[in-house]
């Protein structure tokens, strides 16, 4: 782990014991996310992306979701798209969306750049893994 990781991991528990964790485990009652102008504790932004689901995801990403491998170590974008921008190819870039595309993965046929997205990357991930995963992706995207 290097230290960028661990700065952000502490930050995220220090986030995480400021919030009150009430807004776990409702995956259907999350609809489209607000993006939040601030990212401070009381402007969460969605309520199904909590700080310790993003901490989470980012384990994922760099580990068993093979992510980093086709969208770069920072999502900065390499065989696969940019993560970190506001520019979509396939969707709105809600977090529902993300969750949606990162169980499906893109088909060939539907990729734009003709190189297709395996479903949930090629790992073997439990739906709570996409959905950490698809946190992260969201929070880099939404600050
Ligand atoms: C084998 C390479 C590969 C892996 C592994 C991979 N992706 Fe992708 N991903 C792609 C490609 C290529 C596209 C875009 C396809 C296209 O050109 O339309 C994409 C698209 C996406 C999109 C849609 C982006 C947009 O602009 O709409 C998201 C979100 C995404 N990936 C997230 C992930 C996450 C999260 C993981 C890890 C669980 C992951 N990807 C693993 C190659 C990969």
Sequence with gaps: MN???TVSIMAT???TTAVPLVA????EKATTPTPSKTDSAA???AAAVTPELIAQGEKIYSGPG???ACHGSKAEGSVGPN???SEWVHSKGSFEEIVAQVTQGVPKEKAKSGIAMPPKGGGTLS???VRAVAAYVYS???K
């Design 3 to 5: 230290l960028a990781t």
């Design 13 to 15: 528990l220090a986030l």
């Design 24 to 27: 776990q485990g409702t995956p």
């Design 43 to 45: 402007a969460a932004p």
């Design 66 to 68: 093979n992510c980093y």
């Design 83 to 85: 993560l970190t921008d």
């Design 127 to 129: 739906e709570d893994d």
């Design 140 to 142: 880099l995207s939404h």
